[in-house]
């Protein structure tokens, strides 16, 4: 297996956080190489990258000020096949990983991640979005995984992704007024959606 190696810089808009890399991204050393994940379509049309990225073109991402690692750097068929020790010991690296990079937002992809790196039960609520807590000025944000084992609907997920890049273009506290209606209505449609899904995973 190769290592599967972050992507990371300092003062990223956007450090994304998985899980711990799959057996395709093991092999072939790049993240999201699994098939039919849906991370660099999502990236794609959400606007945060300007085209559709391959996994064997991941560090591309750079160019866009965005970054990729793992709560845990471990390969494996599956996130279930790793243990709370792994779990807490990445929580403790990833901690001191984003505070040595200061990004502007940490999206982590799917709930248990975050619950995890917080440190809470998993039966734990949580919504989709930016959470309320943050560390040293870093936002936290809870997206969808983008695998294909995840039952939510695609366009659901990219909502969320394009609300990722709605708060790197205006902050968590953009001026309305003077934006196009469009925008309101899909913040409004975000957080809709939220409310039908605060339980899905």
């Keep these: 297996m190769s290592v599967v190696k972050d992507i990371v810089a300092p003062n990223l808009d956007v450090l994304f956080v998985g899980y711990n890399p799959g057996t395709k991204s093991g092999s072939s050393g790049h993240h999201f190489a699994g ?29 866009w000020r965005l970054g990729i690692t793992n ?6 068929p599956g ?10 010991e990445g929580a403790h690296r990833l901690h001191r990983k984003i ?3 200061a990004p502007k937002l940490v999206t982590f992809l799917g709930k248990d991640i975050y619950r995890a790196y917080a440190q809470s039960p998993k039966s734990s609520v949580m919504a989709w979005g930016l959470q309320h807590n943050s560390d ?8 969808p995984n983008p695998s294909r084992r995840s039952t939510l609907p695609y366009d659901l997920r990219l909502r ?4 990722v890049k709605n708060l790197v273009i205006w902050g968590t506290e953009p001026i309305l007024e003077g934006y196009p209606r469009q925008f309101e209505k899909s913040i409004a449609t975000v957080r809709k959606y939220d409310t039908l899904w605060t339980g899905a995973e």
């Design 35 to 63: 098939p039919g994940n849906l991370f660099w379509a999502l990236l794609a049309d959400s606007g945060l990258t300007g085209h559709r990225l391959r996994p064997e073109q991941d560090r591309e991402i750079l160019a």
């Design 71 to 76: 709560i845990v750097d471990r390969v494996t």
């Design 79 to 88: 996130s279930q096949d790793l243990n709370g020790d792994e779990l807490i």
């Design 99 to 101: 505070h040595r990079l």
């Design 136 to 143: 040293s000025g870093v936002l936290y944000y809870v997206a």
């Design 160 to 163: 969320y992704f394009r609300e």
